[in-house]
Antibody
């Protein structure tokens, strides 16, 4: 069965960086793109960006340009999302989600990773 | 890219029907059929309920239906049940090759 298991909660100080992992299994890793989405406490979902499966290209929401980096390790079917220059407003639960190319839907999600930014 | 606009809350009694709206622009909802809806229970990951405006994934109850008119998409839940109490989020692909989510709607079953 499809599984997307994310790394554990993190507490970071303002200005630091955080790297969250999303380890996938149960499907052909290279057949699906991976998206990252976050949800601040009591707020809606916010799209961060995509790590494409077939050409290793990444694309980020304008808001996160210059602060986010997504990478993938095909040997372990894992995708990483690193966010730098953290601010208190980055406190949120971060989700990974998969999309088969050209379907524009996110059919499986990770369990979420809580990132707290606090001095 | 501004978030799509959803009502903060919608409520209904068991058995009733409710509709959640999701309003965007001609650069997102109005531009494509790629509107989807996600259900999220507290502390859980979102679950896909509707894709391509009105299609249901396998396993999703036919009590859930979707539609679109112009720049506004809608999700209707008929025969409301206690288990439907959750947050609902719309999402659209955009002309900027990105995605935008809605502000989220809390559904309460009275």
């Amino acid at each position: 069965q499809v599984q997307m298991v994310q790394s554990g909660a993190e507490v970071k100080k303002p200005g630091a960086s955080v790297k969250v992992s999303c380890k996938t299994s149960g499907y052909t890793f290279t057949d699906y793109h991976i998206h990252w989405v976050r949800q601040a406490p009591g707020q809606g979902l916010e799209w961060i960006g995509i790590s494409r499966s077939n050409d290793d290209i990444t694309a980020y929401a304008q808001k996160f340009q210059g602060r986010v980096t997504m990478t993938r390790d095909t040997s372990t079917s894992t995708v990483y999302m690193e966010l730098s220059s953290l601010k208190s407003e980055d406190t949120a639960v971060y989700f990974c989600a998969r999309e088969m190319e050209l379907t524009y839907l996110f059919d499986y999600w990770g369990q979420g990773t809580l990132v707290i930014v606090s001095s | 890219q501004s978030a799509l606009t959803q009502p903060a809350s919608v409520s209904g009694s068991p058995g009733q029907s409710i509709t959640i709206s999701c309003t965007g622009t001609s650069s997102d909802i109005g531009a494509y059929k790629y509107v989807s809806w996600y259900q999220q229970h507290p502390g859980k990951a979102p679950k896909l309920m509707i894709y391509d405006i009105s299609n249901r994934p396998s396993g999703v109850s036919n009590r859930f239906s979707g539609s679109k008119s112009g720049n506004t998409a809608s999700l209707t839940i008929s025969g409301l049940q206690a288990e439907d109490e959750a947050d609902y989020h719309c999402k659209s692909y955009t002309t900027s090759y990105s995605y935008v989510f809605g502000t989220g709607t809390k559904v309460t079953v009275l």
